[in-house]
């Protein structure tokens, strides 16, 4: 058994490394390098559990689907590429059941994975912001990604009001679930938070100001007649959890620009709508005719060469501003790493 974990390791070692390389070189992760890595810790996957871990096995489909699930969401939501969300599939496949038990009930332990991941991002992203900050000298230039002050304390009571009414609605619609497993329960929230988020950017400001009115109103009837407990408890972790998920949407939206030289581009950048727009007049054939600064609009191969042919035309430029790329990869092998030496801790 003890072999069969070991190489189930080395596939994640294998898997999490190259992947990180390959994401800081060529901000891609090819899928023939995940493939190379799964093929093998499926094998072992099917040599361990009948053999040795069969009481494992509900861990491992569990906490597989947590990884796969939340890794398709964060794609469908373009917070990452479908790299990055094949790359989770692979860490859940290569992560033996027996490790999910160390810290007790390990149905959907997995989440925290996710959440370390987010939370080592949250730093890099905040520490990243500061030095853009020092060097643009806006260090004390508070902003709220284009929103005033009112309209961001506005917002965010939306969300955290929107956020309990939902968690109520769960808790009374699925009573066991929280106590059968909080990582799930959490990964729940996070997700709620994340779609709230991708709804508020479709929605008016009266909408949302609307929004929290009747949130809290509800949260207050709940909490009167005793459906949310004997009185309503005050649950700090949707607050922290709103205010993390926010502000770093806020901070990698301050400094979200990188200007490159264009010979430079390459596949998988993404070009700012601006510069698209700068080549809407030129005859080159090939060029990006849109960009909706997400991963939706990550350069093809053919779109990068048609760039650095334009560079060489009439209205070509020198340089090109390119939106900034969070290497997940990185912070997927580190948030895994983190997790693995928490749960041997805890032997």
């Known amino acids: 058994m003890i072999i069969v974990e070991a190489l189930l390791i080395t596939c994640l070692a294998a898997a999490l490394g190259f992947s990180s390389y390959s994401d800081l070189k060529d901000s891609i992760i090819p899928n023939r390098l995940l493939v190379r890595c799964a093929i093998p810790a499926v094998i072992c996957d099917i040599i361990y559990y009948p053999a040795w871990a069969a009481e494992y096995l509900p861990l491992f489909f569990v906490n597989l689907a947590v990884l796969t699930v939340v890794g398709i969401i964060f794609y469908a939501y373009n917070l990452w590429a479908a790299g990055d969300c094949k790359l989770l599939m692979v860490v859940g496949l290569c992560i033996p059941g027996r490790f999910y038990t160390f810290m007790g009930n390990g149905f959907g332990v997995s989440f925290y994975i996710v959440a370390i991941v987010f939370s080592i991002a949250f730093l890099y992203v905040v520490a990243e912001s500061i030095v853009l900050s020092i060097k643009n000298h806006e260090l004390f230039k508070i902003t709220f990604g284009g929103f ?122 993404i070009l700012s709508a601006a510069t698209v727009m700068g080549m809407a007049a030129s005859r080159v054939h090939g060029l990006p005719t849109s960009s909706t600064e997400d991963l939706r609009s990550r350069l093809t191969a053919e779109e990068a060469d048609s760039v650095h042919r334009w560079e060489a035309s009439a209205h070509g430029k020198p340089y090109v501003v390119i939106v900034r790329k969070i290497p997940f990869a990185v912070f997927i092998a580190a948030g895994t790493l983190a997790f693995l030496g928490l749960e041997v801790a805890m032997l």
């Open 148 to 269: 005033g002050l009112k309209e961001a304390l506005i917002s965010y009571f939306s969300m955290v009001g929107a956020l309990t009414v939902v968690s109520i609605l769960l808790s009374q619609l699925f009573p066991a679930l929280s106590e059968q497993s909080e990582a799930i329960s959490v990964a729940i929230n996070f997700l709620i938070v994340l779609t709230l988020i991708q709804i508020r950017q479709h929605v008016s400001k009266k909408v949302i100001v609307i929004a929290m009115i009747v949130s809290w109103v509800i949260v207050a009837v709940f909490s009167y007649i005793g459906i949310y407990g004997v009185k309503f408890s005050f649950n700090i972790w949707s607050w922290v959890l709103v205010l993390v998920v926010m502000a770093l949407r806020l901070a990698s939206d301050k400094y979200n620009y990188r200007t490159i030289p264009t010979s430079e581009v390459k596949a998988g950048q």
